[in-house]
């Protein structure tokens, strides 16, 4: 039988899961802005189409503003995922000193803030944003 060493006291390990975490903060954050940039688009488009027609732009702008929401919300999602498994991580390896759970709630409360942020953006984009 084969043991496997007991890694809980490692602090090597708590930073890798804090580097994945942030990894995927980097991930969702890019999805949310992406998807803004899509959303817009658009709407830029149909502005340059109105500057070269000299009339009033349509109301759509297409399914970029519903791709752009999709990728939003995909962000959201990943910030929100992230999180859960993070915070499930974190308890299953017993967080001890030196690091102890202020410091690792850092980081999922930078993701759950990003998280509510993505949603205003996608209700804005949807409601508001035409």
């Known amino acids: 039988m084969k043991m496997e060493p007991d890694t809980s006291d490692d ?12 990894a995927w903060v980097r991930t969702g954050l890019a999805l949310m802005g992406f998807g803004f940039v899509v959303a817009r688009f658009g709407l830029f488009l149909h502005e340059i189409e109105a500057v070269r027609q000299n009339a009033m732009p349509k109301a759509s702008t297409g399914l970029s503003l519903w791709i752009g929401t999709a990728l939003i919300l995909l962000g959201v999602l990943v910030n929100l995922l992230v999180s859960a498994e993070h915070l499930r991580l ?3 390896i017993q967080s001890a000193p030196p690091y102890g759970i202020r410091s690792w709630l850092l980081g999922v409360g930078v993701s759950l803030v990003l998280a509510m942020l993505g949603i205003a953006m996608a209700v804005y984009l949807v409601f508001v944003g035409h």
């Open 11 to 22: 602090p090597r390990v708590r930073y890798a899961i804090e580097r994945t975490l942030l």
């Open 90 to 92: 974190m308890r299953h």
